[in-house]
Protein backbone atom coordinates (compact mmCIF):
# COMPACT_ATOMS: atom_id res chain seq x y z
CA UNK A 1 0.00 0.00 0.00
CA UNK A 2 2.99 2.12 0.82
CA UNK A 3 4.77 1.43 -1.98
CA UNK A 4 1.73 2.05 -4.50
CA UNK A 5 1.03 5.46 -2.74
CA UNK A 6 4.58 6.60 -3.24
CA UNK A 7 6.10 4.98 -6.06
CA UNK A 8 6.58 7.73 -8.00
CA UNK A 9 7.91 9.85 -4.89
CA UNK A 10 10.55 6.39 -4.67
CA UNK A 11 11.06 6.21 -8.55
CA UNK A 12 12.44 9.73 -8.49
CA UNK A 13 14.42 9.43 -5.34
CA UNK A 14 15.87 6.06 -6.31
CA UNK A 15 16.97 7.78 -9.84
CA UNK A 16 18.28 10.95 -8.35
CA UNK A 17 20.30 8.79 -5.91
CA UNK A 18 21.59 6.65 -8.78
CA UNK A 19 22.60 9.83 -10.02
CA UNK A 20 24.30 11.21 -7.10
CA UNK A 21 26.11 7.76 -6.61
CA UNK A 22 27.31 8.02 -10.18
CA UNK A 23 28.55 11.81 -9.76
CA UNK A 24 30.07 10.64 -6.52
CA UNK A 25 32.28 7.78 -7.44
CA UNK A 26 33.93 9.91 -10.07
CA UNK A 27 34.50 12.29 -8.22
CA UNK A 28 35.73 10.00 -5.10
CA UNK A 29 37.67 7.94 -7.88
CA UNK A 30 39.04 8.93 -11.30
CA UNK A 31 37.68 6.32 -13.51
CA UNK A 32 39.11 7.42 -16.88
CA UNK A 33 37.38 6.56 -19.67
CA UNK A 34 34.70 3.95 -18.60
CA UNK A 35 32.47 1.65 -20.45
CA UNK A 36 29.74 3.41 -20.97
CA UNK A 37 31.55 6.82 -22.09
CA UNK A 38 33.11 4.74 -24.71
CA UNK A 39 29.85 3.41 -25.94
CA UNK A 40 28.28 6.85 -26.16
CA UNK A 41 31.43 8.40 -27.68
CA UNK A 42 31.95 5.23 -30.21
CA UNK A 43 28.26 5.77 -30.94
CA UNK A 44 28.78 9.77 -31.49
CA UNK A 45 31.63 9.34 -33.49
CA UNK A 46 30.14 9.03 -37.13
CA UNK A 47 27.25 11.75 -36.51
CA UNK A 48 30.69 13.96 -35.38
CA UNK A 49 32.09 12.92 -38.67
CA UNK A 50 29.06 13.90 -40.35
CA UNK A 51 28.67 17.16 -38.72
CA UNK A 52 32.20 17.74 -38.82
CA UNK A 53 32.21 17.10 -42.66
CA UNK A 54 29.21 19.44 -43.86
CA UNK A 55 30.94 22.12 -41.38
CA UNK A 56 34.03 21.68 -42.74
CA UNK A 57 31.86 21.87 -46.83
CA UNK A 58 30.20 24.47 -45.90
CA UNK A 59 33.56 26.36 -44.14
CA UNK A 60 35.05 25.31 -47.62
CA UNK A 61 32.05 26.51 -50.03
CA UNK A 62 32.50 30.28 -48.15
CA UNK A 63 35.89 30.15 -47.92
CA UNK A 64 36.30 29.54 -51.98
CA UNK A 65 33.25 32.42 -52.53
CA UNK A 66 35.42 34.63 -50.01
CA UNK A 67 38.03 33.86 -52.17
CA UNK A 68 35.91 34.08 -55.17
CA UNK A 69 34.92 37.84 -54.07
CA UNK A 70 38.29 38.88 -53.67
CA UNK A 71 39.65 37.43 -56.57
CA UNK A 72 36.82 39.46 -58.81
CA UNK A 73 37.82 42.69 -56.72
CA UNK A 74 41.46 42.27 -57.75
CA UNK A 75 40.71 41.09 -61.49
CA UNK A 76 38.31 44.56 -61.25
CA UNK A 77 41.35 46.62 -59.81
CA UNK A 78 44.19 45.15 -62.49
CA UNK A 79 41.87 45.69 -65.18
CA UNK A 80 40.74 48.82 -64.75
CA UNK A 81 44.84 49.74 -64.24
CA UNK A 82 45.21 47.86 -67.52
CA UNK A 83 43.43 49.76 -69.06
CA UNK A 84 44.92 53.07 -67.82
CA UNK A 85 48.03 51.96 -68.47
CA UNK A 86 47.43 50.94 -72.19
CA UNK A 87 45.35 54.32 -72.63
CA UNK A 88 48.59 55.74 -71.24
CA UNK A 89 50.96 54.40 -73.35
CA UNK A 90 48.52 54.28 -76.47
CA UNK A 91 48.95 58.63 -75.80
CA UNK A 92 52.75 58.00 -75.80
CA UNK A 93 52.39 56.00 -78.99
CA UNK A 94 50.39 58.68 -80.80
CA UNK A 95 52.55 61.21 -79.24
CA UNK A 96 55.62 59.69 -80.60
CA UNK A 97 54.11 59.29 -84.31
CA UNK A 98 52.81 62.61 -84.20
CA UNK A 99 56.62 63.99 -83.53
CA UNK A 100 58.11 61.82 -86.17
CA UNK A 101 55.54 63.19 -88.57
CA UNK A 102 56.15 66.44 -88.15
CA UNK A 103 59.49 66.25 -87.93
CA UNK A 104 59.33 64.53 -91.67
CA UNK A 105 57.07 67.79 -92.77
CA UNK A 106 59.38 70.13 -90.45
CA UNK A 107 62.27 68.52 -93.24
CA UNK A 108 60.22 69.94 -95.99
CA UNK A 109 61.07 73.37 -94.85
CA UNK A 110 64.96 72.64 -95.04
CA UNK A 111 64.53 71.04 -98.56
CA UNK A 112 62.37 73.77 -100.42
CA UNK A 113 62.99 77.44 -99.49
CA UNK A 114 59.41 78.43 -98.94
CA UNK A 115 57.29 79.27 -96.06
CA UNK A 116 55.27 77.01 -94.77
CA UNK A 117 51.80 76.82 -92.57
CA UNK A 118 51.41 73.28 -90.87
CA UNK A 119 47.95 72.60 -91.07
CA UNK A 120 45.91 69.40 -89.62
CA UNK A 121 43.73 67.02 -91.40
CA UNK A 122 40.26 67.04 -90.43
CA UNK A 123 38.10 65.15 -92.79
CA UNK A 124 38.86 63.28 -95.80
CA UNK A 125 36.84 62.62 -98.71
CA UNK A 126 38.08 59.59 -101.29
CA UNK A 127 34.93 58.93 -102.81
CA UNK A 128 34.70 58.30 -106.65
CA UNK A 129 33.80 61.78 -107.48
CA UNK A 130 36.01 63.90 -105.14
CA UNK A 131 39.33 63.33 -103.81
CA UNK A 132 40.14 66.02 -100.85
CA UNK A 133 41.20 66.41 -97.59
CA UNK A 134 40.07 69.02 -95.51
CA UNK A 135 42.54 70.71 -93.05
CA UNK A 136 41.93 72.95 -90.28
CA UNK A 137 43.55 76.10 -91.27
CA UNK A 138 42.03 78.72 -93.03
CA UNK A 139 41.60 82.59 -94.99
CA UNK A 140 41.86 83.39 -90.80
CA UNK A 141 45.17 81.68 -90.93
CA UNK A 142 46.69 83.30 -93.99
CA UNK A 143 45.61 80.29 -96.66
CA UNK A 144 44.63 80.94 -100.14
CA UNK A 145 43.24 79.19 -102.95
CA UNK A 146 45.89 77.59 -105.19
CA UNK A 147 48.72 76.94 -102.42
CA UNK A 148 50.66 74.02 -102.87
CA UNK A 149 49.67 71.29 -99.88
CA UNK A 150 52.76 69.38 -99.23
CA UNK A 151 53.30 66.17 -96.87
CA UNK A 152 56.82 64.40 -96.92
CA UNK A 153 58.62 63.97 -99.22
CA UNK A 154 56.38 65.53 -102.10
CA UNK A 155 53.14 67.47 -103.28
CA UNK A 156 49.83 66.24 -102.23
CA UNK A 157 47.68 68.74 -104.26
CA UNK A 158 46.26 72.48 -104.09
CA UNK A 159 44.04 74.70 -101.93
CA UNK A 160 40.95 74.53 -103.80
CA UNK A 161 37.81 75.61 -101.05
CA UNK A 162 39.22 77.90 -98.55
CA UNK A 163 36.82 78.92 -95.59
CA UNK A 164 37.88 81.01 -92.60
CA UNK A 165 38.93 78.46 -90.30
CA UNK A 166 39.22 75.66 -92.71
CA UNK A 167 40.19 74.71 -96.35
CA UNK A 168 39.98 71.95 -98.80
CA UNK A 169 42.60 70.63 -100.67
CA UNK A 170 42.28 69.23 -103.97
CA UNK A 171 44.27 66.14 -104.26
CA UNK A 172 46.80 65.19 -107.04
CA UNK A 173 44.55 62.13 -107.66
CA UNK A 174 41.43 63.83 -108.36
CA UNK A 175 40.13 63.55 -111.57
CA UNK A 176 40.14 67.31 -111.38
CA UNK A 177 43.70 67.74 -110.59
CA UNK A 178 46.29 69.05 -113.43
CA UNK A 179 49.75 69.59 -112.36
CA UNK A 180 52.66 71.07 -114.82
CA UNK A 181 55.52 68.86 -114.37
CA UNK A 182 58.27 67.57 -115.86
CA UNK A 183 60.43 64.05 -115.78
CA UNK A 184 63.59 65.15 -114.02
CA UNK A 185 66.21 62.79 -115.66
CA UNK A 186 65.07 64.26 -118.95
CA UNK A 187 63.31 67.00 -118.37
CA UNK A 188 60.97 66.23 -120.84
CA UNK A 189 57.77 68.30 -119.78
CA UNK A 190 53.87 67.19 -119.37
CA UNK A 191 51.12 67.51 -117.49
CA UNK A 192 49.97 65.25 -114.13
CA UNK A 193 46.23 64.63 -114.20
CA UNK A 194 44.35 62.72 -111.31
CA UNK A 195 43.62 59.52 -112.09
CA UNK A 196 42.01 58.06 -108.80
CA UNK A 197 43.19 55.31 -107.73
CA UNK A 198 45.73 54.41 -110.31
CA UNK A 199 47.06 57.49 -109.47
CA UNK A 200 47.89 60.14 -111.66
CA UNK A 201 47.99 59.90 -115.63
CA UNK A 202 50.96 61.72 -117.15
CA UNK A 203 49.64 63.54 -120.42
CA UNK A 204 51.13 64.71 -123.45
CA UNK A 205 54.36 63.39 -123.64
CA UNK A 206 55.39 62.23 -127.32
CA UNK A 207 56.07 58.89 -127.98
CA UNK A 208 59.45 59.69 -129.40
CA UNK A 209 60.47 60.97 -125.88
CA UNK A 210 62.51 58.62 -123.19
CA UNK A 211 60.73 57.82 -120.18
CA UNK A 212 61.29 55.06 -118.03
CA UNK A 213 59.39 53.30 -115.03
CA UNK A 214 60.91 54.61 -111.63
CA UNK A 215 61.75 58.23 -113.67
CA UNK A 216 61.35 60.62 -110.68
CA UNK A 217 58.64 63.69 -111.28
CA UNK A 218 58.73 66.85 -110.51
CA UNK A 219 56.76 70.82 -110.98
CA UNK A 220 57.99 71.99 -113.78
CA UNK A 221 57.01 75.60 -112.09
CA UNK A 222 55.83 77.11 -115.32
CA UNK A 223 52.36 77.95 -113.88
CA UNK A 224 51.90 80.09 -110.74
CA UNK A 225 50.51 77.93 -108.98
CA UNK A 226 53.35 75.35 -107.79
CA UNK A 227 57.25 76.24 -107.49
CA UNK A 228 59.34 74.04 -109.28
CA UNK A 229 61.18 71.05 -108.25
CA UNK A 230 58.71 70.02 -105.90
CA UNK A 231 58.04 66.14 -106.05
CA UNK A 232 55.34 64.76 -107.48
CA UNK A 233 55.98 61.18 -108.32
CA UNK A 234 57.52 58.18 -110.10
CA UNK A 235 56.58 56.76 -113.49
CA UNK A 236 54.89 53.64 -112.77
CA UNK A 237 53.90 52.37 -116.06
CA UNK A 238 54.87 53.17 -119.90
CA UNK A 239 53.15 52.72 -122.69
CA UNK A 240 54.03 53.37 -126.68
CA UNK A 241 52.15 50.79 -128.28
CA UNK A 242 48.69 51.96 -128.46
CA UNK A 243 48.04 54.36 -131.18
CA UNK A 244 48.16 57.83 -131.21
CA UNK A 245 50.80 60.88 -130.56
CA UNK A 246 51.90 60.49 -126.91
CA UNK A 247 52.79 57.82 -124.73
CA UNK A 248 50.53 56.23 -121.77
CA UNK A 249 52.15 56.88 -118.19
CA UNK A 250 51.17 56.65 -114.83
CA UNK A 251 52.30 58.39 -112.09
CA UNK A 252 52.40 57.10 -108.38
CA UNK A 253 52.09 59.84 -105.81
CA UNK A 254 55.09 60.27 -103.38
CA UNK A 255 52.81 61.15 -100.96
CA UNK A 256 50.25 58.77 -98.99
CA UNK A 257 46.89 59.80 -99.39
CA UNK A 258 45.63 57.29 -96.98
CA UNK A 259 47.70 58.06 -94.06
CA UNK A 260 48.40 61.67 -93.95
CA UNK A 261 47.18 63.13 -90.84
CA UNK A 262 49.23 66.87 -91.01
CA UNK A 263 49.86 68.32 -93.96
CA UNK A 264 52.52 71.84 -94.74
CA UNK A 265 51.04 74.94 -97.02
CA UNK A 266 53.57 76.28 -99.16
CA UNK A 267 52.73 79.71 -98.98
CA UNK A 268 56.02 80.84 -101.38
CA UNK A 269 55.30 82.17 -104.63
CA UNK A 270 51.89 83.19 -103.29
CA UNK A 271 53.10 85.80 -101.48
CA UNK A 272 50.38 88.70 -102.19
CA UNK A 273 50.48 91.86 -101.39
CA UNK A 274 49.20 91.41 -98.43
CA UNK A 275 51.57 89.36 -96.76
CA UNK A 276 54.39 91.89 -98.21
CA UNK A 277 52.86 94.45 -96.52
CA UNK A 278 52.74 92.84 -93.77
CA UNK A 279 56.46 92.35 -93.47
CA UNK A 280 57.25 95.39 -94.48
CA UNK A 281 55.96 96.70 -91.35
CA UNK B 1 8.24 1.69 -27.59
CA UNK B 2 9.92 3.12 -30.74
CA UNK B 3 10.83 6.17 -28.41
CA UNK B 4 12.96 4.86 -26.18
CA UNK B 5 14.53 2.96 -28.48
CA UNK B 6 14.75 6.40 -30.78
CA UNK B 7 15.57 7.82 -27.42
CA UNK B 8 19.55 7.44 -27.51
CA UNK B 9 20.19 8.39 -30.71
CA UNK B 10 18.28 11.47 -30.66
CA UNK B 11 20.16 12.22 -27.54
CA UNK B 12 23.18 11.74 -29.13
CA UNK B 13 22.59 13.49 -32.23
CA UNK B 14 21.47 16.56 -30.19
CA UNK B 15 24.27 16.52 -27.68
CA UNK B 16 26.95 16.62 -31.00
CA UNK B 17 24.61 18.92 -32.85
CA UNK B 18 24.79 21.16 -29.90
CA UNK B 19 28.65 20.52 -29.65
CA UNK B 20 28.68 21.69 -33.08
CA UNK B 21 26.60 25.01 -33.11
CA UNK B 22 28.87 26.01 -30.17
CA UNK B 23 32.25 25.19 -32.19
CA UNK B 24 31.04 27.17 -35.20
CA UNK B 25 29.21 30.17 -34.07
CA UNK B 26 30.83 31.00 -30.68
CA UNK B 27 34.14 28.71 -30.84
CA UNK B 28 32.97 26.30 -28.03
CA UNK B 29 33.22 29.86 -25.23
CA UNK B 30 29.69 29.48 -25.08
CA UNK B 31 27.33 26.23 -24.88
CA UNK B 32 24.16 26.18 -27.44
CA UNK B 33 22.00 24.15 -24.85
CA UNK B 34 19.82 22.40 -27.11
CA UNK B 35 20.13 19.34 -24.54
CA UNK B 36 19.07 21.43 -21.91
CA UNK B 37 16.02 23.15 -23.70
CA UNK B 38 14.97 19.37 -24.63
CA UNK B 39 14.57 18.58 -20.89
CA UNK B 40 12.53 21.71 -20.65
CA UNK B 41 10.56 20.49 -23.66
CA UNK B 42 10.37 17.12 -21.54
CA UNK B 43 8.92 18.80 -18.16
CA UNK B 44 6.31 20.68 -20.08
CA UNK B 45 5.28 18.16 -22.74
CA UNK B 46 6.44 14.58 -22.18
CA UNK B 47 4.82 12.41 -19.41
CA UNK B 48 6.43 11.57 -16.49
CA UNK B 49 8.13 8.41 -17.18
CA UNK B 50 9.70 9.73 -20.62
CA UNK B 51 10.78 13.05 -19.38
CA UNK B 52 12.57 11.13 -17.27
CA UNK B 53 14.39 9.15 -19.36
CA UNK B 54 15.14 11.80 -21.60
CA UNK B 55 16.39 13.94 -18.73
CA UNK B 56 18.91 10.75 -17.91
CA UNK B 57 20.03 9.78 -21.25
CA UNK B 58 20.65 13.36 -22.52
CA UNK B 59 22.89 13.97 -19.25
CA UNK B 60 24.54 11.18 -19.74
CA UNK B 61 25.36 11.74 -23.30
CA UNK B 62 26.19 15.40 -22.30
CA UNK B 63 28.20 14.17 -19.59
CA UNK B 64 30.10 11.46 -21.71
CA UNK B 65 30.37 13.69 -24.84
CA UNK B 66 30.96 16.85 -22.99
CA UNK B 67 34.09 15.70 -20.71
CA UNK B 68 32.43 16.75 -17.79
CA UNK B 69 32.18 14.93 -14.38
CA UNK B 70 30.53 11.70 -15.18
CA UNK B 71 27.07 12.05 -13.25
CA UNK B 72 27.26 15.70 -13.21
CA UNK B 73 24.93 16.57 -15.94
CA UNK B 74 23.11 13.66 -15.46
CA UNK B 75 21.93 15.12 -11.96
CA UNK B 76 21.58 18.61 -13.39
CA UNK B 77 19.00 17.68 -15.88
CA UNK B 78 17.16 15.18 -13.56
CA UNK B 79 16.38 18.03 -11.31
CA UNK B 80 15.53 20.45 -13.90
CA UNK B 81 13.38 17.97 -15.27
CA UNK B 82 11.37 17.53 -11.88
CA UNK B 83 11.65 21.85 -11.29
CA UNK B 84 9.83 22.12 -15.06
CA UNK B 85 8.00 19.31 -14.47
CA UNK B 86 6.41 20.25 -10.90
CA UNK B 87 6.21 24.20 -12.39
CA UNK B 88 3.98 23.10 -15.54
CA UNK B 89 1.74 21.45 -12.99
CA UNK B 90 1.17 24.37 -11.33
CA UNK B 91 0.76 26.64 -14.29
CA UNK B 92 -0.17 26.65 -17.97
CA UNK B 93 2.44 26.59 -20.52
CA UNK B 94 0.84 28.04 -23.55
CA UNK B 95 2.84 30.98 -23.51
CA UNK B 96 6.50 31.21 -25.17
CA UNK B 97 7.21 34.10 -22.61
CA UNK B 98 6.88 32.04 -19.83
CA UNK B 99 8.62 29.31 -21.23
CA UNK B 100 11.74 31.55 -21.88
CA UNK B 101 11.67 32.71 -18.44
CA UNK B 102 11.67 29.31 -16.49
CA UNK B 103 14.36 28.23 -19.30
CA UNK B 104 16.33 31.68 -18.42
CA UNK B 105 16.11 30.26 -14.23
CA UNK B 106 16.68 26.61 -15.49
CA UNK B 107 19.89 27.70 -16.83
CA UNK B 108 21.02 30.11 -14.09
CA UNK B 109 20.49 27.36 -11.68
CA UNK B 110 22.39 24.94 -13.86
CA UNK B 111 25.24 27.37 -14.19
CA UNK B 112 24.81 28.22 -10.39
CA UNK B 113 24.72 24.35 -9.12
CA UNK B 114 28.08 23.99 -11.57
CA UNK B 115 29.84 26.82 -9.79
CA UNK B 116 29.07 25.51 -6.38
CA UNK B 117 29.81 22.11 -7.56
CA UNK B 118 33.18 23.18 -8.68
CA UNK B 119 33.88 25.18 -5.86
CA UNK B 120 33.07 22.81 -2.95
CA UNK B 121 34.60 19.55 -5.31
CA UNK B 122 37.51 21.16 -7.34
CA UNK B 123 37.92 24.62 -5.24
CA UNK B 124 37.66 26.26 -8.44
CA UNK B 125 36.22 29.85 -8.47
CA UNK B 126 34.32 30.26 -11.36
CA UNK B 127 32.52 33.13 -10.34
CA UNK B 128 35.09 36.12 -12.17
CA UNK B 129 35.44 34.86 -15.37
CA UNK B 130 32.67 32.40 -16.17
CA UNK B 131 29.71 34.53 -14.51
CA UNK B 132 29.02 36.44 -17.89
CA UNK B 133 29.62 33.72 -20.05
CA UNK B 134 27.13 31.59 -17.83
CA UNK B 135 24.91 34.92 -17.87
CA UNK B 136 25.01 35.00 -21.77
CA UNK B 137 24.39 31.51 -22.08
CA UNK B 138 21.27 31.79 -19.68
CA UNK B 139 19.75 34.30 -22.24
CA UNK B 140 20.45 32.66 -24.94
CA UNK B 141 19.22 29.68 -23.83
CA UNK B 142 16.08 31.39 -23.24
CA UNK B 143 15.75 32.61 -27.05
CA UNK B 144 16.75 29.38 -28.05
CA UNK B 145 13.55 27.34 -26.25
CA UNK B 146 10.86 29.93 -27.59
CA UNK B 147 12.51 28.66 -30.44
CA UNK B 148 12.11 25.02 -29.74
CA UNK B 149 9.28 25.11 -28.54
CA UNK B 150 7.50 26.49 -31.35
CA UNK B 151 9.06 24.30 -33.96
CA UNK B 152 7.72 21.07 -31.66
CA UNK B 153 4.79 22.77 -30.96
CA UNK B 154 4.28 23.11 -35.42
CA UNK B 155 5.70 19.78 -35.51
CA UNK B 156 2.79 18.02 -33.06
CA UNK B 157 0.20 20.28 -34.71
CA UNK B 158 1.85 18.14 -38.00
CA UNK B 159 1.89 15.04 -36.50
CA UNK B 160 -1.25 15.16 -34.28
CA UNK B 161 -3.47 17.28 -35.27
CA UNK B 162 -2.78 19.57 -31.95
CA UNK B 163 -0.18 19.68 -29.38
CA UNK B 164 0.18 17.52 -26.91
CA UNK B 165 0.22 20.21 -23.95
CA UNK B 166 -2.66 21.64 -22.96
CA UNK B 167 -3.85 23.82 -20.13
CA UNK B 168 -4.30 21.48 -17.20
CA UNK B 169 -1.96 18.59 -17.49
CA UNK B 170 -2.05 15.35 -14.91
CA UNK B 171 0.96 13.35 -14.18
CA UNK B 172 0.98 11.48 -17.12
CA UNK B 173 1.33 14.07 -19.33
CA UNK B 174 -2.20 13.20 -20.71
CA UNK B 175 -5.35 15.78 -20.95
CA UNK B 176 -7.10 16.19 -17.19
CA UNK B 177 -10.77 14.93 -18.45
CA UNK B 178 -12.14 18.04 -16.11
CA UNK B 179 -10.39 20.13 -19.16
Known amino acids: MFLKNYRTVIFVGAIIAAALILLSYNLRYDTGTSVLKKIVMEAAEPVQKMFSASVEAVENAWRRYIH ?91 LTDISWHSSKVLLLVDENSNVDVLIQRTRVQGIAHGAGSRGCVLKYVPKI ?50 SVEEVMVLAAGQQEPKQREKKEE | MIYYILLPLNAILLVVLQITLSDIFFSG ?14 GFRLDFVKGIALACLMGLTFDCLSGAVPGSFTLFYLLIFLLVFFVSLR ?38 DMLPVLVLQALLTSVLSIGFFYVMSRTEGLRYGKTIQTPQRTWTGGVSPKT
Open chain 2, 91 to 128: ITSGKLYIIAFVSLVCSLLESLVLVLLYALVFQYDLTG
Open chain 1, 209 to 258: QDVRVGDVVVTSGLSNIFPKGLLVGKVSYVNRVDAGLFSKIYLAPFADLA
Open chain 2, 29 to 42: RLTVELSLVAVIYA
Open chain 1, 68 to 158: LVGLEEENRKLNKTINALQEELNLYKEGNLEAQRLKKLLSLQDTYPHRFFAARVIGKELSMISKTLWIDKGEKDGLMSGMPVLVSPGLLGR
